[in-house]
């Protein structure tokens, strides 16, 4: 799983600013989840090969007893509580303060690893002011320049050095693997209903596996010859030999399953409608490119008037997601779990599917025929020849010239005609442009 770095800090020492830098993107929140993650914000940082989730937090005030000041120091435990490894930021121009010395003093009581980032110091690599940050007992204070970008590989470098690189995966062998499928969803949506339902009265349980980091669960089980592997976000726990599922809203354990996963089972209460939560996460499964199906729970629960509406929310808030299959189910009454296995596996089979180079640039040429990509000045973008870039998600690149005018609707006209005629479905598809020379044009 991903590891997690929490940056921590009293206000305006530019926690804000490095968590940009992290996540290299100044729109990088990918969840901010109203009531439960005030002033908690979550985006996704890589450094190589290596991902990892930062979460920016407020101005911190461990002391704070009253207000929207003791909440703010409320979600900022929390996000140390959820952190394999924080960053304590400070400003080298404004010097140590109380505030920092009652951080520190909580931080070191926290178990958790703590790294001491002297933030605004360019050019102070080794200035004297540095040395008064020895006394916050942290550690050895590292200069950063969080606007600047500097230092911030060493930093996270040094975060990051107890987990391992993940391992280069085959995406050719996923089909002698377990399908990874996590289920996401908000509270009391039914998650733990629907576990109990696949994992007790199936009896498909074999064992639990636990993670490398934290105590996340993956529970592998069998159906219809097919093998899955459940990854844990509603909080399963064994107790004895039963396994139970507690209704307990993490936002970190949701994005670090949608990442492991292969498929994600978004769930919806029909009785709730899509909530912003819904779509926050449905955003952030679109962003991992990850496979998806829509459950809509409790579907027998509603009248035929609230089903059209639900339908229609559907439409308007969860639009960036229509190629995501939509399923009806009652997870209490065991209804349309039948279908909703064959959705998961045709995603799964649509995120892996194998696209031959010769089909890919015949597709492209008859979508160039029946529609020409937009003049751009004297340039008219000229498509000569497609192949697979990737899977989970799919990934085409086309070769050609001038290929950087072309405009985000040809991209989803082109993905149209490819979808169509590969049939798939329940999986987002991603089409890279790339201008130069056909390399095969000067081969003997």
């Known amino acids: 799983m991903k590891p997690v770095i929490a940056l921590v800090g009293r206000p305006n020492v530019g926690k804000s600013t490095l968590f940009n830098r992290c996540t290299k993107s100044r729109d990088a929140i990918v969840a901010d989840y109203a009531g439960l993650t005030r002033d908690r914000h979550y985006g996704d940082g890589r450094i190589g090969r290596r991902e990892f989730i930062v979460i920016d937090t407020g101005g911190f005030e461990p002391t704070a007893?009253?207000?929207?000041?003791?909440?703010?120091?409320?979600?900022?435990?929390?996000?140390?509580?959820?952190?394999?490894?924080?960053?304590?930021?400070?400003?080298?121009?404004?010097?140590?303060?109380?505030?920092?010395?009652?951080?520190?003093?909580?931080?070191?009581?926290?178990?958790?690893?703590?790294?001491?980032?002297?933030?605004?110091?360019?050019?102070?690599?080794?200035?004297?002011?540095?040395?008064?940050?020895?006394?916050?007992?942290?550690?050895?204070?590292?200069?950063?320049?969080?606007?600047?970008?500097?230092?911030?590989?060493?930093?996270?470098?040094?975060?990051?050095?107890?987990?391992?690189e993940p391992p280069e995966e085959d995406e050719a062998e996923q089909g002698d693997k377990p399908i990874r499928l996590a289920v996401a969803g908000r509270p009391n949506v039914g998650k733990s209903t629907l576990i109990n339902a696949w994992l007790g009265e199936e009896r498909l349980v074999a064992f639990d596996m636990p993670g490398t980091t934290r105590d996340a669960i993956s529970v592998p089980f069998e159906r219809d010859g097919r093998k899955f592997e459940l990854i844990d976000t509603a909080g399963l726990r064994r107790k004895g030999k039963v396994f139970e599922a507690i209704e307990k809203f993490s936002v970190v354990k949701t994005l670090q399953a949608i990442a492991d996963a292969n498929v994600v089972l978004l769930l919806v209460d029909a009785t709730q409608g899509v909530s912003d939560q819904d779509a926050h996460i449905a955003g952030y499964i679109l962003e991992s490119g990850r496979a998806v199906v829509i459950a809509i729970n409790k579907w027998d629960a509603i009248d035929s008037?609230?089903?059209?509406?639900?339908?229609?929310?559907?439409?308007?808030?969860?639009?960036?997601?229509?190629?995501?299959?939509?399923?009806?189910?009652?997870?209490?009454?065991?209804?349309?779990?039948?279908?909703?296995?064959?959705?998961?596996?045709?995603?799964?089979?649509?995120?892996?599917?194998?696209?031959?180079?010769?089909?890919?640039?015949?597709?492209?040429?008859?979508?160039?025929?029946?529609?020409?990509?937009?003049?751009?000045?004297?340039?008219?973008?000229?498509?000569?020849?497609?192949?697979?870039?990737?899977?989970n998600p799919p990934i085409v690149v086309v070769h050609g010239n001038s290929l950087e005018h072309v405009s985000d609707s040809y991209k989803r006209y082109l993905e149209g005609r490819i979808r169509t005629h590969y049939g798939l479905t329940g999986t987002p598809m991603r089409i890279e442009m790339r201008s130069g020379s056909n390399p095969f044009d000067n081969e003997s």
């Open 65 to 164: 007893e009253t207000g929207i000041v003791k909440e703010m120091a409320k979600q900022t435990r929390q996000a140390v509580a959820e952190a394999d490894a924080v960053i304590f930021v400070t400003d080298v121009r404004a010097g140590i303060s109380a505030q920092d010395h009652d951080i520190a003093s909580y931080l070191r009581t926290s178990g958790k690893k703590v790294l001491l980032a002297v933030n605004k110091a360019e050019g102070m690599k080794d200035a004297p002011a540095l040395a008064e940050f020895y006394e916050l007992g942290i550690g050895e204070p590292i200069p950063i320049s969080a606007a600047h970008g500097q230092g911030i590989r060493s930093l996270l470098e040094a975060a990051l050095e107890a987990f391992e």
């Open 305 to 391: 008037y609230q089903r059209q509406m639900l339908e229609r929310s559907i439409e308007a808030r969860l639009s960036f997601l229509k190629f995501a299959p939509l399923v009806h189910i009652s997870a209490l009454k065991r209804q349309g779990l039948g279908p909703l296995w064959k959705a998961l596996a045709e995603a799964h089979s649509s995120a892996f599917k194998k696209l031959s180079t010769p089909v890919l640039t015949r597709l492209i040429h008859e979508a160039v025929q029946h529609q020409q990509p937009q003049r751009v000045g004297a340039f008219r973008p000229k498509l000569r020849y497609a192949h697979q870039g990737g899977m």
